[in-house]
């Protein structure tokens, strides 16, 4: 079975930082770009940030200015994103995907066609 | 960065009706490679989002064909053919065109 499985989250205060991890499992995460999506209390999905295969590459959304880093471990098919500076505005469900698939014979989008369950980041004091 | 329109952002719908929802990008989003990046998710109460549609046309795995994505370049649009109650839920467009992905604002659906 195809899945995603988030945790690490919880309450925090402002200031303070939080490291999520995303694990997958029936399928090569090695060969997928990954990526954080958000989504505030009633608000709507916002993306975070995404990383290629290798780790090489990672991009976020301009809201991050430079708070959060994205990284991997492919061997343990895990997927992080260690947070700093987190304000209230950060409180969100925050969602792992799966992104880009890359083959040797190149790139392919499929949409994020794979998302986990979600973790709750509460920030507050 | 591109921003994603969407209308209406409220649609109730009577059971057996089609239903459209609109998404209009800030800039051209299709490629070079003659694809357009758009995506179409459903995120039902308590869940998780869903991929519905990708680049632009394209149904997902397991998606009922009442589902259909059209459109190019700037103007998308998500058409349900026959509505049925299990499909309420938030619907959202996405462009994966830019490194930087973004969604629209989010089109609640309900059933009258």
């Known amino acids: 079975q195809v899945q995603l499985v988030e945790s690490g989250g919880g309450l925090v205060k402002p200031g303070g930082s939080l490291r999520l991890s995303c694990t997958g499992s029936?399928?090569?995460?090695?060969?997928?770009?990954l990526s954080w999506v958000r989504q505030a209390p009633g608000k709507g999905l916002e993306w975070v940030s995404h990383?290629?295969?290798?780790?090489?590459?990672?991009y976020y959304g301009n809201f991050v200015k430079g708070r959060f880093t994205v990284s991997r471990d492919n061997a343990k098919k895990s997927l992080y994103l260690q947070m700093n500076s987190l304000g209230v505005e950060d409180t969100a469900v925050y969602y792992c995907?799966?992104?880009?698939?890359?083959?040797?014979?190149?790139?392919?989008?499929?949409?994020?066609?794979?998302w986990g369950q979600g973790t709750t980041v509460t920030i507050s004091s | 960065e591109i921003v994603l329109t969407q209308s209406p952002l409220s649609l109730p719908v009577t059971p057996g009706e089609p239903a459209s929802i609109s998404c209009r990008s800030s800039?051209?989003?299709?490629?070079?490679?003659?694809?357009?990046?758009l995506d179409w998710y459903r995120q039902k109460p308590g869940q998780s989002p869903q991929l519905l549609i990708f680049?632009?046309?394209h149904r997902a795995s397991g998606v009922p064909d009442r589902f259909s994505g059209s459109g190019s370049g700037t103007d998308f649009t998500l058409k349900i053919r026959s509505v049925e109650a299990e499909d309420v839920g938030i619907y959202y467009c996405?462009?994966?065109?830019?490194?930087?992905?973004?969604f629209g604002q989010g089109t609640k659906l309900e059933i009258k």
């Open positions: 029936g399928f090569m995460l090695r060969d997928y770009y």
């Open positions: 800039q051209n989003l299709l490629h070079g490679n003659g694809k357009n990046f």
């Open positions: 996405m462009q994966a065109l830019q490194t930087q992905y973004t």
């Open positions: 995907a799966r992104d880009v698939a890359v083959y040797a014979m190149g790139k392919f989008y499929y949409g994020l066609d794979v």
């Open positions: 990383i290629s295969p290798s780790g090489e590459e990672t």
């Open positions: 680049l632009g046309s």
